[in-house]
């Protein structure tokens, strides 16, 4: 059973940056691809950035490309996400997530997303 760990959120000034962390533990992590989600109050879950088993592939959704940065560390079952020049709207509960890679096409769905950390909170202010 794979737990997921997130931790490194906290408000931050917009133009500022925080990277998150995520401590993956319990199966083989490079069989799980990884992915950070966040959700806003009262807005959907959305996924944030995606990355691929071996780190070469990685997936960004527009609001956050060019920005944000998505890594991972395969010999400490770690994963990252470096937020840059954070905006208001960047403010939400962000999510860690793996998905067991099967040979599916990257990025994999959503729906393919079945273990999940517990969150942390990133506010940004004005």
């Known amino acids: 059973q794979v737990e997921l760990v997130e931790s490194g959120g906290g408000s931050v000034e917009a133009g500022g940056s925080l990277t998150l962390s995520c401590t993956f533990r319990g199966e083989t992590y490079l069989n799980y691809e990884m992915a950070w989600f966040r959700q806003a109050p009262g807005k959907e879950r959305e996924v944030v950035a995606i990355?691929?088993?071996?780190?070469?592939?990685?997936y960004y959704s527009n609001s956050v490309k060019g920005r944000f940065v998505i890594s991972r560390d395969n010999s400490n079952q770690m994963a990252y996400l470096e937020m840059n020049s954070l905006k208001p709207e960047d403010t939400a509960l962000y999510y860690c997530?793996?998905?067991?890679?099967?040979?599916?096409?990257?990025?994999?769905?959503?729906?393919?997303?079945?273990?999940w950390g517990q969150g942390t909170q990133v506010t940004v202010s004005s």
């Open positions: 990355i691929s088993t071996g780190g070469v592939n990685t």
């Open positions: 997530a793996a998905s067991w890679w099967r040979g599916q096409a990257f990025p994999p769905r959503i729906t393919d997303f079945h273990s």
